[in-house]
């Protein structure tokens, strides 16, 4: 039996993510991008202490490291291209999941049939959620194409957002989302959204955290 998938190539800066021919196994993976200096300032093992406490474990972790000024689209490509499980759980390393923010991911995305499950956060240490409106609100394709209100802390089906193309630049130049065309491409692709109401994860929140840009994260 041929295990080949039906896409490709498509291409981050970096790596195809066409690269695994086997058949994804069950499970999530910890998919994290990192901004070289939050390996020395004590963020990222805040992140991952975050994964170690979860009450439904993860089955791998993929991490990619920028450390040529990429940015974080085609960083957080380099470690999506790394998934073989069902299911990926993207974590920025300067962001913290609450424990049992695996397991109610997954547990909706097994109820609902969804591809694509986006919870809502607590923004740590102060801060103004900058769509209030939207928390508890069902999912609206109409309004994400004029607003990014969903941020990248998702669970996903893996084989869709490999063959959807992973994460891409959208939004205006001084601040693209590097996840708003991810969220496009996937609904292109046919893909399922659905809102979880509860808060599962905690946002560090400073200016300029969520940038395409090769120069800035």
């Known amino acids: 039996m041929s295990h080949e998938q039906d896409w490709g190539p498509y291409h981050s800066e970096s790596r195809a993510l066409d690269n695994w021919r086997g058949p994804y196994r069950p499970g999530v993976t910890a998919c994290i991008p990192v901004h070289l200096p939050r390996l020395s300032n004590g963020v990222m093992d805040r992140a991952l202490q975050s994964i170690r406490t979860q009450t439904r474990p993860v089955d791998a972790i993929s991490i990619a490291v920028d450390t040529t000024h990429a940015g974080a689209a085609a960083t957080r490509n380099e470690a999506l291209a790394g998934v073989t499980t069902e299911w990926t759980a993207f974590l920025d390393s300067d962001d913290q999941w609450r424990p049992s923010h695996v397991e109610k991911l997954l547990a909706t995305a097994q109820e609902t049939g969804a591809d694509l499950i986006y919870p809502w956060f607590s923004i740590v240490p102060g801060g103004q959620d900058?769509?209030?409106?939207?928390?508890?609100?069902?999912?609206?394709?109409?309004?994400?194409?004029?607003?990014?209100?969903?941020?990248?802390?998702?669970?996903?089906?893996?084989?869709?957002?490999?063959?959807?193309?992973?994460?891409?630049?959208?939004?205006?130049?001084?601040?693209?989302c590097d996840d708003w065309g991810a969220w496009d491409a996937l609904l292109d692709e046919g893909a399922t959204f659905h809102h979880l109401n509860e808060r599962t994860w905690f946002w560090w929140w400073w200016s300029g955290n969520t940038s395409g840009r090769g120069d800035v994260w």
């Open 130 to 176: 900058p769509w209030p409106h939207r928390e508890g609100q069902p999912f609206s394709r109409k309004i994400l194409e004029t607003e990014n209100y969903i941020p990248v802390t998702v669970l996903v089906r893996t084989k869709l957002i490999k063959k959807s193309g992973g994460f891409r630049p959208k939004g205006p130049p001084e601040n693209p």
